[in-house]
């Protein structure tokens, strides 16, 4: 199948079923048999899809009307009919050219709780909008948005999502991620959309009655696997191709971050990442853009954004987990769980410089040797082909209240780890608030329904009981959990949550000014220990001073203190040279010869 026969023809009634004997499809209420086709798919011919037309599948004469599995549009949630959409429609042409976003600033976003209503009510995609201004000030490049696949109720992160061509209804659906896309686009920013192509949810979830579109020889943390490599995989892996082709060639995003891909089983001769790497190559030159592929992998593998020429996966960057948690474990202390293995200043220096600590070494946390190294010489990637940052929806949200970093730290040491992040070498990401210090959790949350509900929030508080959290956890399953969730906007401009968004501009502003700090080159990437309390992370002949405190810290001129570009804290540049920081804080400078 080649990658532009992948585009689904929203014109006509059809889908894959092929264990059922019989298919038919209700339109607007009325039955329709549909005519068995090649390869295990039904159609309907004589009848074209109408836009706006509600239907729905019936398979063998079973009691239950299902909805398309491709369906873009889902009004009436998960269990509901089918909306006929025509994404051609909802384009406009706004004459982007689209751009690389390697090297670039990401700022990933949860609709729901990015701009949220009145009264706690939920953002949409129409209320982000309004707030897009703000990132292009902060200086961001792209928007990720947490995945918008149609979830069960109207809250949720949308990682169980089960209908993985729609957009959620609450959010505004089809017409509404459209108006966003153009909006973006019209303020020059990129759109990256998170995808879950490695499970579905538990409720709503209707692909296994249609086709083998899962399989037990592979197990996930969420059970059976999506089927990548048995009988029946060609049509799933289409499945999942036609669904990255709608979201990245007819609704005109940039890019797809694609969740947990260590958890894609694919045993087949050439892997499921490399074949969508490969589609997206045809499609850039289809639509004159450049589209981007970011994986979030566990492995700690180069191979995962060395190009499929040469025997890689293909992606353009993947996260970087290691240098999350080197910075978190160095500014926090914390060394619970997977930071067992992080938090001294010799680790700190590790991931900055080579994105891995765990490169083919002991992780004590897996009890195994993990991972590979990076090559800093590596004609394949460099550091821009790792994604990195100080929070994420993940490390923020998966903890017991979903306190963020910056609760636990003072406003200086915030700023100390973010300049560590925001200006090393790989393309730096924040999370919706941090660039405020947001004082507001992103705790876990979710509207499963009256028999779902309860079990999920009884697992999320045995969780954390069993890890020894004696602190009452938030129910997901209340409604107070979202609306605490949301982004207070109104705190932005106020004592510390100002200094810190400034720091953050700053900080950008000297990634965009200076080539160093811009740069992706692994090679011209160093960091000198100072103390357990302290590094310089050299970039080019840019430094970049983080110290955590308590006490001061000195930085004489043949230690390469020269010109003072910015600063935070307590920060003295004196007239011999010499800086010094009185407490926790950082200092960006110009580098002297040495």
Known sequence: ?????????????????????????????????????????????GVPAVPGA??????????????????????????????VVDPSALRTADGWEGRSLRGAVLYELHVGTFASGPDGASGTLDSA?????????????????????????DRGWGYDGVGLYAVHAAYGGPAALARFVAAAHSRGLAVVLDVVHNHLGPSGNYLGMFGPYFTPLHLTPWGEAVNLDQPGAAEVRAFLLGSARQWLVDLGLDGLRLDAVHELHDDSPRHLLAELSDAVRVWEAETGRPLTLIAESDRNQPATVTPTAAGGLGMDMQWADDVHHGVHAWISGERAGYYADFGDAEVLRTVLTGMFLHAGTWSSFREQVWGAPVDPSSPHYDGHSFVVFLQDHDQVGNRAAGDRLHHRLSPEQHAAAAALVLLGPGTPMLFQGEEWAASTPFAFFTDHDAELGPLVSAGRAEEFAAMGWSEQVPDPQDRATFVASQLRWQERDRGDHARILDWYRTLLSLRRAEDDLGSGDLRRTAVEVLSESAVLLRRGGIGVLAHRGPGPLRLAPEQGAGELLARFGEVHHRADGEIELLGAGAAVLRLTER
């Open 1 to 45: 199948m080649s990658a532009g026969s992948l585009s689904v023809d929203r014109s006509r009634y059809a889908v894959w079923a092929p264990a059922a004997a019989r298919v038919e499809v209700r339109v607007d209420g009325a039955v329709h048999p549909m005519t068995p086709s090649a390869d295990g798919w039904f159609e309907l011919p």
């Open 54 to 83: 509600r239907y729905s599948f019936r398979l063998d004469g079973g009691e239950l009307w299902l909805p398309d599995p491709r369906s873009l549009s889902q009004p009436d949630g998960v269990h509901g009919e089918s909306e």
């Open 129 to 153: 909008i309004e707030r897009l201004d703000e990132l292009v000030d902060l200086g961001v490049d792209a928007v990720e948005l947490m995945p918008l696949a149609t979830f069960p109720g």
